[in-house]
């Protein structure tokens, strides 16, 4: 079988001519219908076209990728080893598509032929550390630590490099239960490559995370050191960093001042420090974090990058409350304006854009908005993207006060500018989003057909999830009544009008009940409710999606967003980890699948 199954391949990858299914369709569009069919689970549909894909460029590594994860949902065990093998003949430094057979083989039970080839692939690595690294990869996707940790050793001793790969190996060391050993290889690698204290900081957080016990034994190996060498910066930084994750948050702040102080940084310390609550979303520590250095003044080294940061987090910190209260975006407005008074040549950058955006969403100005744009692009000599991206937001906000003809003027000029360009692409999509917000679903369609093979993954999914909607919900006799309120909602929803939206959404749940457009009408309510931070009623309309139309394409999508829910604005660990679950096994297919294994193993991890 395998052999008939070579000889196939072998045929085929000498064929000039495409499959007729895919002279039909372009690549791009039959591979966005192949994750649609992954995620509804149709994988009789779906096969045929990942095969054609990959049959049609045996070298592409992704159609490769997407037609072995189809096989081995279907458990077609047989036909993904003889796959593998193939590939292992055209790829032959890619030792990964090794750890695909094995993997095969131990899902079959086979742990014999398992273990030959992942020795294989052991023995076969050479001094290429894209190679090394690809290996790791594979090891760390299919859950398989010990050959993961074995590649990073043997990778070592081969290249006598006994530094690379310590971050990762020292995070092995920990999930074996040997903390002491990873801690050590943490700080040996500091001291000779310390440019690398913030990957080292990542890693030791990673390894405590929390736990007293470790934490405390960290503690005892930086005091070994710092007894031995009282002077060494590197140490007492870490040091510092490290008590700084304990009790009052004030006071760690005080004591990262100290530090920078000491070192006489000029606040780069703090900053560093500022910038990991941001990333955390400590949003006020952060903030008292940015604005002693801004205070430093504006001949510090960092003053301007902590004005920038500073506008971030007050950003972050408006669109993360509800209800959003005047006051706020005055204060955020006023920053603004007084980082572009203090430094005008950023009138001509992608800030004047995040402030317009303040102006007409929420500040409720938009005609203020479209004053301002209209002064930016009058300006000569401006980059032509952001006259793009102006023009853009410029469409917007005319759609905010009424003018969709204007917006439609403007969208169009984007496209006709930026043929060839991502922007282009926005234009167009933004162009038949608003033909769809007008009703007018079948110019909508024939825009959206085009923009499913769309460079951008983001605009491609937007796309086909728009075009999927309008698809199902056209009925035989053309009456649009239903679809066209659910699209005036979503123009509310896109006018920040919440409760108008909300109330019309309920309305039409309640008025047609066996609707196709229920689960969506759920999203969209969910979608709401989480704007709101409302997350108990955003968990009831997803679990509704879940329950009864979990097999729809929103299932996974649902499962998703309910998971980080649960793990991050709930903050139950528990919860998450059974949605996570739910989406790793009921939807294979899905593009969450990578996200939700990493967010799954970083739960467990802290669990353990």
């Known amino acids: 079988m395998r052999t008939d199954f070579l000889k196939y391949f072998l045929l085929l ?28 689970k149709q994988y009789d549909k779906a096969l045929p076209l990942l095969k054609e894909l990959y049959v049609s460029a045996p070298f592409d590594k992704k159609f490769y990728d997407n037609y072995l994860s189809a096989l081995l949902a279907t458990k077609n065990y047989d036909t993904a080893i ?76 081969k290249t006598r490099n006994p530094y690379i790969f310590s971050y990762e190996l020292a995070l092995l060391y920990d999930q074996k239960g040997e903390t002491d050993k990873a801690i050590d290889l943490l700080l040996e690698s500091i001291a000779v490559q310390p440019f690398s204290m913030e990957n080292a ?42 008590q700084s994750g304990k009790g009052d948050k004030a006071e760690q702040l005080k004591e990262i001042i100290k530090l920078d102080e000491s070192q006489q940084r000029m606040g780069a310390v703090v900053l560093n420090w500022a910038i990991e609550q941001y990333q955390k979303e400590s949003l006020e520590l952060a903030l008292q974090g940015v604005s002693y250095v801004i205070q430093l003044g504006k001949t510090n080294p960092s003053y301007l990058k902590a004005r920038q940061i500073y506008l971030d987090i007050m950003q972050q910190k408006l669109e993360h409350t509800y209800p959003i209260v005047a006051a706020s975006v005055d204060q955020l407005l006023g920053s603004y304006q007084s980082f572009f008074t203090e430094y005008p040549q950023y009138k001509n950058s992608d800030l004047i854009l995040d402030y ?54 403007l ?38 057909s085009v923009l499913k093979a769309s460079t951008s993954e983001l605009i491609a999914n937007d796309a086909l999830y728009l075009s999927v909607l309008i698809t199902e919900n056209t009925p035989e006799d053309k009456d649009f009544h239903v679809l066209g309120r659910f699209a005036y909602a979503d123009l509310l929803l896109f006018q920040h009008k919440y409760e108008e939206a909300d109330a019309l959404l309920d309305s039409l749940s309640a008025a047609y009940p066996d609707n196709d457009l229920q689960d969506d009408i759920q999203m969209q309510r969910a979608s709401i409710a ?79």
């Open 13 to 40: 990858s000498f064929v000039s001519l495409l499959p007729q299914a895919l002279k039909a369709q372009s690549t791009l569009e039959a591979e966005r219908n192949a994750q649609l069919f992954l995620s509804e």
């Open 82 to 157: 003889a796959l593998g093998q193939f590939m292992t003949k055209i790829r032959r430094e890619d030792l990964s598509i090794l750890v695909d057979i094995g993997n095969v083989y131990q899902l079959k039970g086979d742990k014999q032929n398992a273990k030959q080839y992942f020795e294989q692939s052991l023995s076969s690595l050479n001094g290429n550390e894209f190679q090394a690294t690809g290996l790791v990869g594979a090891y760390r996707y299919y859950k398989i630590p010990e050959y993961e940790l074995k590649t990073m050793e043997t990778f070592r001793d």
């Open 201 to 242: 900081k990542q890693s030791l957080e990673r390894i405590t995370n929390g736990n007293p016990k470790k934490i405390k034994r960290a503690e005892e190996a930086l005091t070994k050191k710092l007894t031995k060498d009282p002077n060494n910066y590197l140490w007492r930084e870490l040091f510092t960093w490290l």
């Open 356 to 409: 317009t955006r303040n102006i007409a969403l929420y500040a409720h100005r938009p005609e203020a908005a479209i004053d301002t744009l209209n002064e930016v692009m009058a300006q000569p000599y401006l980059a032509p993207q952001l006259q793009g991206k102006a023009k853009l937001a410029l469409g917007d906000y005319y759609i905010l006060t009424g003018k969709v003809w204007d917006a439609a003027l």
């Open 411 to 448: 969208y169009s000029q984007v496209d006709k500018t930026f043929k060839e360009d991502i922007l282009g692409e926005e234009a167009r999509y933004r162009n038949a989003k608003l033909s769809y917000y007008r009703g007018d679903f079948e110019y909508a369609q024939g825009q959206l």
């Open 530 to 608: 989480m704007k709101r931070q409302d997350y108990n009623k955003a968990i009831i309309y997803l679990t509704t999606i879940q329950e009864k139309y979990g097999d729809d394409v929103l299932g996974d999508d649902a499962t998703m967003q309910l998971a980080l829910i649960y793990e991050q604005q709930l903050k139950d660990k528990a919860k998450a980890i059974e949605q996570y679950e739910k989406l790793i096994t009921n939807y294979p297919g899905s593009s969450f699948v990578q996200q939700a294994r990493m967010n799954y193993e970083a739960l467990k991890a802290k669990q353990s």
